[in-house]
Structures are given as structure tokens and as C-alpha cells.
């Protein structure tokens, strides 16, 4: 099965960039997952450079609208906070400004009222009467879900 699509023929620029536009259509994409699949279908970094430059005039590519997508999907879906959405998004090749514009989207209150959540599913009592070694297990289950320390230690030591 590998060795049939290995051999398949590349797509031409034009099929490429209808392909591109219905890829894109279905749901956000960063340039980083356009450009990839472009190289995957056998297109040539000019061909590729092209119609990311094509797609990007059509609106079908926006990266800013991508990462607020990302992050308020990621945020809202999953239950990640913002440092594990800043390093997805890092890698999808996201820039900086862009990254801090899309975590801007998250609502605070929603943002603290989502780590209560996470709290409330994982232990199941009140914060105050568990002990010692369970709370640096729950903070470090927060960590791994991208929850800032200081946000975490100021909710755990409220309650």
C-alpha cells in the first residue's frame, strides 16, 4: 500500500490549489498544514509558495483567524490552557503576535471558571480537605493541561 502511494503522480498546480481551497474549506488551517499537504500531493516549493499566496488573496488561508480558532477550540473543547495552546500553536509555525492576539480571545472568567471545572471533574471534594501530596498531584495534572502555576496555586490555596 505505501509503495502505490509513493508512486502516484503529483498533482498539477491547478488541481493542487482546488484541492487546497476545499482542504481549507472544511476547517481553518495554519500555512504550515497548507504548505505540507502541498509538498505531501508532489508540488515544487515555487508551485507551493504560489498558491499559498493565492489562497491567502481568496481568504481561504488567514492565519490570525486560524489561531483564535485554534486556541478558542482548543480552550473550549479540550480544556487546555493558554501555555499548552502557545506551544501548539508555536509549532504550527504561528508567529508571536499572532499567538498573543489569539490567546486575548480566551475570557478570563471563563478561563478560571474551566480550571474549577478541570478541578471539580478530577477530584470529585473539596479542595480543602484533601491532602498535601494530592494537591501536588492535581497541580501538576493542571500543568500538564497548560495551566499557569501562579493561577493554579491561587486557586487551590482560596478554596
Not at 499557569?148 to 496555586?153: A, D, K, L, M
Request: charge should be positive; glycine fraction near 4%; include cysteine.
Amino acid at each position: 500500500m505505501d509503495e502505490y502511494r509513493k508512486q502516484k503522480k503529483p498533482l498539477a498546480p491547478l488541481q493542487a490549489k482546488r484541492k487546497a481551497e476545499n482542504y481549507c474549506a472544511y476547517q481553518e488551517r495554519s500555512q504550515q498544514e497548507v504548505r505540507n499537504k502541498l509538498y505531501e500531493w508532489g508540488l515544487h516549493q515555487e508551485d507551493v509558495e504560489n498558491i499559498i499566496v493565492q489562497l491567502i488573496e481568496d481568504n481561504f488561508l488567514n492565519e490570525e483567524r486560524f489561531a483564535k480558532a485554534y486556541a478558542l477550540g482548543k480552550f473550549r473543547m479540550k480544556g487546555w490552557g493558554k501555555i499548552k495552546i502557545k506551544h501548539h500553536l508555536k509549532a504550527k509555525n504561528v508567529s508571536e503576535p499572532l499567538i498573543r492576539i489569539a490567546l486575548k480571545e480566551i475570557n478570563e472568567e471563563e478561563y478560571y471558571k474551566k480550571i474549577e471545572e478541570t478541578i471539580e471533574k478530577r477530584i470529585k471534594k473539596p479542595i480543602s480537605s484533601i491532602y498535601f501530596n494530592e494537591k501536588s498531584k492535581l497541580h501538576t495534572y493542571l500543568r500538564s493541561k497548560g495551566f499557569e502555576s501562579y493561577i493554579i496555586n491561587d486557586i487551590i490555596n482560596l478554596k
